[in-house]
């Protein structure tokens, strides 16, 4: 995050020199991961870094974060009719917004920023996971939940309805 970097004393933006050029990648871009990626491997084949130090693993952090919240800023804009007179159409914010906290490898992290509804939420997860054929998790009550590439939304949340009962019992 632009954020991030400017308050980050060690970052390459602030270790940069006064009189060094430097080339700025922004999330919005669909090339920026590929680019980020291309870096990675030439900085590992100049022998400049390995694959596990850790501005390798951050760069590699952030492209993954990329496509992440692209998958969420995509989706369509909602509508829903007036619930006062039925008439008319009014746009239905989204549910799940994308997690700034890195998850297990593969996994798409979420977290709700609307109403606290498990159907609705499992079905957002469900669509985010079948585009990107990866796992989606979000916090719901205490609780992670996950959903699946091409997982019945409905039956996650009766699931997870029915352990969380049984759980509080």
Not at 114 to 121: C, H, L, N, Q, T
Request: glycine residues 4%; contains cysteine.
């Amino acid at each position: 995050m632009k954020r991030d970097e400017a308050s980050n004393p060690s970052s390459c933006w602030n270790k940069a020199r006064a009189d060094e050029r430097m080339f700025v990648l922004l999330a919005r871009d669909e090339a920026a991961p590929a680019a980020i990626r291309a870096w990675v491997a030439e900085r590992i084949r100049l022998n400049k870094n390995t694959a596990d130090d850790p501005s390798i693993q951050d760069a590699l952090q952030c492209a993954t974060f990329m496509e992440d919240e692209r998958l969420f800023s995509s989706r369509p804009p909602r509508a829903q009719r007036c619930p006062s007179c039925g008439h008319g159409h009014s746009e239905r914010p989204y549910v799940l917004a994308p997690s700034l906290h890195a998850q297990a490898d593969g996994v798409i992290g979420a977290i709700i920023v609307g109403a606290s509804d498990i159907f609705e939420a499992c079905t957002e997860a469900a669509e985010i996971a079948t585009r990107s054929k990866r796992t989606v998790t979000f916090w719901f009550n205490g609780e992670f939940v996950f959903v699946n590439p091409d997982e019945d939304p409905d039956r996650v949340a009766r699931y997870w309805l029915g352990t969380a009962t049984r759980a509080r019992r």
